[in-house]
T-cell receptor, first 111, second 111 residues
């Protein structure tokens, strides 16, 4: 019973590089989310999905892309990493608005 | 994006004391969530509130959905050292699927 699993846990990127943050949930939740958390701040929504094949922008989507080809997976793509994307990224899932669960985070540094 | 104001920003209390914190907004929300985040971990859901006036407990924690639907409160009774962490509120507007997070209340419990 893993819940929400995020990989990698840590990553250092150079400016302009790209990477994919992976997120998998095994709770059969229909909703999935990506948030970023900057130091001393709350979480800000990047993208969310209400089901396979459906994605929507959140508060801070610029510089990111997502896809949702299966119920379980919701990867987040950074195409051209910038220092402003240094943050901790959390993936979450829920069944409708219930059982909102987060992964343990990916700490990303762009240098 | 929506602004959720949490207060206080930080608290230093003696073990055994009760704790109160709140979250306010200028907008009406239809769901409130309270989370606790330990260092290096993702937020963990403590209590979910779905109806104005609702009072819900989880052990020593009690949360209330404000009557105006613009605020929520979290109380912790008889604090213990493991209560240390950052407490976040999150609210969902009456329309849309996004949850907006507050900036957190940092709690330190002095043994």
């Amino acid at each position: 019973n893993a819940g929400v699993t995020q990989t990698p846990k840590f990553r250092i990127l150079k400016i302009g590089q790209s990477m994919t943050l992976q997120c998998t949930q095994d709770m059969n939740h229909n909703y999935m989310y990506w948030y970023r958390q900057d130091p001393g701040m709350g979480l800000k929504l990047i993208y969310y999905s209400v089901g396979a094949g459906i994605t929507d922008k959140g508060e801070v989507p610029n510089g990111y892309n997502v896809s949702r080809s299966t119920t379980e997976d919701f990867p987040l793509r950074l195409e051209l990493a910038a220092p402003s994307q240094t943050s901790v990224y959390f993936c979450g899932s829920s069944y409708m608005y219930y059982g909102y669960t987060f992964g343990s985070g990916t700490r990303l540094t762009v240098v | 994006g929506q602004q959720l104001n949490q207060s206080p920003q930080s608290m230093f209390i003696q073990e055994g004391e009760d704790v109160s914190m709140n979250c306010t907004s200028s907008s009406i929300f239809n769901t409130w969530l309270w989370y606790k985040q330990d260092p290096g971990e993702g937020p963990v859901l403590l209590i979910a509130l779905y109806k104005a006036g609702e009072l819900t407990s989880n052990g020593r924690l009690t949360a209330q959905f404000g009557i105006t639907r613009k605020d929520s409160f979290l109380n912790i009774s008889a604090s213990i050292p493991s209560d240390v962490g950052i407490y976040f509120c999150a609210g969902q507007l009456t329309t849309g699927n996004q949850f907006y997070f507050g900036t957190g209340t940092s709690l330190t419990v002095i043994p």
